[in-house]
């Protein structure tokens, strides 16, 4: 047989195998789904006799979220109130407060943990389409990730609320405001990361299920008045930010994000700590 002939088995056979691999990952990942799915029937059916509606459909199981470091992150902050102010100087006001100010009275604060507000006395115009599209464009001009939640009040005084997200998944606890009056954007605050990198140490998301469990166990609990509910309208897995450093160092751990008919409540999965989510 020739060479050239003997290669061509070789690839072909290859071929075969990765195939062959190829197909039983995909039959293995069905499987797992099919797990996963009646795992989140089953429990929310253990829900609803309880007394609690549910639908599994509206049950977001989590993806590959795992504790992740943050950093502060200067170059970040002054990007963030030049995209609102335009030019302006910088001075450190002490206690990891840095202030931004314009020549027009505006003025921008950061905070070590993340937490920001901007004050633009003379307004930023609406841009064409309203208030809305106003604040997706300066989302990019800022270099922030967010999306939108929702828009509330009247034409020309709305308040448009966003949530941070890394890669597409959801930090709960880091939401912005940006606050219109009299036809222009005139606060902005909220809490944002930056710096975000792999941790050395820390968790996966754990399963749906367990969530869910740990929130009913909640409700029926009579020393925690401040978690009822007849109605789960969705379950979604994210992030959470918390500090743990005085120079802005802090984590995004893996949580869980549960609506309801009385509010919407986040899930600690390192240590199954419930609170309301305001």
Not at 143 to 164: F, N, P, R, Y
Request: hydrophobic share 40%; with cysteine; glycine share 10%.
């Amino acid at each position: 047989m020739s060479t050239s002939r003997v290669k061509t088995l070789v690839i072909a056979a290859l071929a075969l195998i990765n195939i062959l691999f190829l197909a039983v990952i995909i039959r293995d990942s069905y499987a797992d789904a099919r797990i996963d799915r009646l795992a989140i029937e089953n429990v929310c059916d253990v829900l609803r006799s309880c007394g609690i509606t549910i639908d599994p459909d509206n049950v977001k199981a989590g993806g590959a979220i795992r504790t992740m470091r943050t950093s502060r992150d200067d170059e970040a902050e002054a990007a963030i109130a030049g995209a609102v102010l335009g030019p302006t100087d910088m001075t450190d006001q002490g206690g990891g407060i840095y202030r931004y100010n314009n020549e027009k009275g505006g003025v921008a604060e950061f905070y070590s943990a993340g937490d920001f507000s901007i004050r633009a006395d003379d307004g930023v115009v609406i841009r064409s389409g309203g208030a809305l599209r106003s604040v997706q464009a300066l989302i990019k001009d800022m270099k922030l990730e967010a999306v939108i939640l929702d828009v509330t009040g009247s034409q020309g005084s709305e308040t448009v609320k966003a949530v941070s997200v890394y890669r597409g998944t959801s930090i709960f606890n880091c939401a912005i405001e940006f606050q219109f009056r009299d036809g222009k954007l005139r606060t902005i605050i909220g809490r944002y990361v930056t710096g975000i990198s792999p941790a050395e140490d820390g968790s996966v998301i754990s399963q749906a299920g367990t969530a869910l469990l740990g929130f009913l166990s909640a409700t029926m609990d009579n020393d925690r008045e401040d978690i009822e509910c007849t109605i789960i309208y969705k379950v979604e897995a994210g992030y959470q930010h918390s500090v743990v450093g005085s120079f802005g160092e802090g984590v995004i751990d893996p949580a869980w994000l549960i609506t309801t008919d009385t509010g919407r409540y986040i899930i600690d999965d390192t240590n199954g700590e419930i609170r309301a989510l305001l």
